[in-house]
């Protein structure tokens, strides 16, 4: 069975939540606390879909968010905001999460998007030899494409060695110096920043907000990595 994990610390809108996925067929895991989340993620790995909440007691859900995502990038995350915190999205998407659902919400809605959260991470395709998939991309090094979610993304052949050095190192930081080696060969003459001119137009083709990156995220004063 689906398994949905619901962070939430005010109990009667947890169980209002799990009621409602229970009746949808998920089975549930709950927590009260952003550490208990993070432990009963740990305890149950086949958790495809966590709920977080934002205002918690102990760490703030955009916190968790964060922490889940360093280690898994598999994993969907909806965030539950208040109507009054339509601006935290950006930072939600910073921290790695994948919707949101806007209190009050009704049960239809919560699992209408739960259902589609579950039907883009579970749909992770049966990998052929050469091709690597990190949520939502799937490389194919053998006809060097890119997808995202299921859809071509037209690259030059830069943007394909980069998106490649990337996603063969998730959450290695690397120097400019490093991929200028790795992309354009160690003969290279050129500047450092033809790799930040071409970050910056890799990220319009593959991020959701270019502006704020969670797919190729800068290390300030080194370089960048795949992920937060
Ligand atoms: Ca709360």
Redesign the pocket.
């Known amino acids: 069975m689906k398994k949905v994990l619901v962070l ?3 109990e009667n ?1 947890r169980s209002f939540v799990v009621i409602n996925l229970r009746r949808a067929g998920y089975d549930t895991v709950e927590a009260a606390t952003g550490e208990e989340a993070l432990t009963q993620l740990k305890n149950n790995p086949g958790i495809g879909v966590a709920l977080l ?5 102990d760490i703030d859900g955009f916190e968790v968010c964060r922490r889940i995502r360093s280690t898994n990038n598999k994993i969907g995350i909806i965030m ?1 905001t208040a109507r009054t915190q339509e601006m935290d999205k950006v930072t939600g998407l910073m921290s790695g999460a994948d919707d949101y659902v806007t209190k009050p919400f009704s049960p239809a809605e919560l699992t209408a998007r739960v259902d589609a959260l579950f039907r883009r991470t579970g749909s992770e395709p049966a990998l052929e030899p050469g091709e690597l998939f990190r949520h939502p991309f799937l490389l194919n090094t053998r006809n060097r494409t890119l997808e995202k979610n299921g859809q071509r993304v037209k690259l030059t052949q830069v943007e394909y060695g980069l998106v490649k050095l990337f996603m063969e190192n998730p959450g290695k930081a690397m120097s400019r110096e490093e991929i200028l080696d790795a992309v354009w060969g160690k003969d290279y003459f050129g500047e450092l920043k033809i790799v930040d001119v071409n970050i910056r137009r890799l990220r319009i083709k593959i991020e959701d907000d270019a502006q704020n990156p969670v797919f190729i995220t800068t290390v300030w004063g080194y370089g960048y990595k795949w992920g937060a």
């Open positions: 939430e610390d005010e809108i909440d934002l205002m918690l007691p539950l």
